[in-house]
């Protein structure tokens, strides 16, 4: 049996993850001094809720090679005939790069193990997961998952609008005086995520203007293919109203049902900040 083993940033549900038999390795987020395990000690629950109130800006890392080469041995000694790992982007974070380790080290004690990098993160690497579910259970080898997975992945584009530069700032991804302007002119970035890389598209004064861009760059993205799946993804705050409206153009667009929407872990709202919105497409 492969195992399948990915990053707190996947976005996945638990009935999904319990579904596949997935192992997640938490990333960390420390919170003014205080390191915990994403998803574990803090979950977007008590990460949202408390996102006001913190002293600092959060803090991410990634998983160690340790931590990752700890999964693979216990997946080994449980049964595991191989493990695919599978990690959020690798120009977004050093995941990949702990997983490229710890993967030499197990091959070292007889171990195999592929990487992939999704050159994605929340749903899209969710989606990728749920798809080497799928090819395990129908008997593919751990070669055909991980050439399906580094195929498929370049049929996802993500999407995210970010509704303050306030945690941007803090996090030094844009500068205090750019980040003043865009405040001053409530300005708000429209992001998509292509080859593994954050890239700014637009730039929306109102939220509703934002989502009309988001789904303008998705329909030029689809053009002549047919969308296989759709998610909506979220940081809370007042937005049901834009879950509603992001809902209802997935359905007019293309003809299918929106993934149920996701809070997102932590690892991204810190970046986020509360109040933002993401769409994932998937080309058939």
Avoid at 142 to 151: R, T, W
Wanted: charged share 25%.
């Amino acid at each position: 049996m492969i195992k399948i083993v990915t990053d707190s940033t996947c976005d996945l549900t638990p009935e999904s993850i319990e579904k596949y038999g997935i192992h997640v390795e938490p990333m960390l987020v420390e919170i003014d001094g205080v390191t915990y395990r994403d998803g574990i000690e803090m979950t977007r629950d008590k990460f949202f809720d408390g996102l006001p109130r913190f002293r600092d800006i959060p803090k991410t890392a990634a998983c160690s090679p340790g931590s990752l080469l700890e999964a693979y041995r216990a997946a080994h000694r449980a049964g595991a005939t191989g493990i695919l790992s599978v990690h959020i982007s690798a120009r977004l974070s050093g995941v990949c790069a702990a997983a490229n380790i710890a993967a030499e080290d197990a091959r070292a004690e007889g171990i195999d193990v592929r990487v992939v990098d999704s050159m994605s993160l929340s749903m899209g690497l969710g989606y990728l997961l749920e798809l080497a579910g799928e090819m395990r259970e129908k008997g593919a080898t751990l070669a055909e998952i991980g050439d399906a997975l580094d195929a498929k992945r370049l049929e996802i584009r993500m999407y995210a609008l970010i509704d303050t530069l306030t945690y941007l700032r803090k996090g030094g991804r844009v500068s205090n005086l750019s980040a003043f302007v865009g405040e001053l002119l409530k300005i708000k970035p429209l992001v998509h995520v292509k080859d593994g890389l954050i890239t700014t598209i637009d730039k929306a004064r109102t939220r509703s203007q934002g989502i009309d861009r988001m789904f303008e760059d998705a329909v030029r993205f689809a053009a002549g293919r047919k969308v296989l799946s759709a998610s909506i993804m979220h940081s809370t705050g007042p937005i049901e109203r834009d879950l509603q409206d992001m809902a209802s153009r997935i359905r007019t667009l293309w003809g299918i049902e929106p993934v149920a929407p996701r809070v997102v872990t932590p690892i991204i709202g810190t970046h986020t900040g509360p109040a933002g919105l993401g769409l994932v497409v998937i080309l058939a």
